[in-house]
């Protein structure tokens, strides 16, 4: 006697347990695949830049500026930026 599978009782009453039972499972395959899809629960960095853009007006020049952007990390893993003046 080989193994045998267990096939579902798919009378009238067997039918509908059945039908529902593989539509819980799908929605629950279909949810958790939205999760990863949206990336829910995966950390990452997220780059604020309050100001953006800066605007040093007429300059003569030669004139040396300097100005310093303010960079916040407002994501949920660490960042590393690599910046070079110049």
């Given at each position: ?21 593989m ?52 994501g ?11």
């Open positions: 006697m080989g193994s045998q599978r267990h096939r579902p009782d798919l009378t009238a009453g067997g039918w509908h347990a059945y039908n529902g039972a539509r819980s499972v799908l929605a629950s395959i279909l949810l958790a695949f939205a999760a990863v899809a949206r990336g829910e629960d995966a950390p990452a960095p997220r780059l604020e830049v309050p100001e953006a853009v800066y605007d040093a007006g007429k300059v003569q020049r030669g004139t040396p500026l300097r100005h310093a952007f303010v960079l916040k990390n407002v949920t893993a660490e960042m590393s930026v690599d910046a070079k003046p110049g």
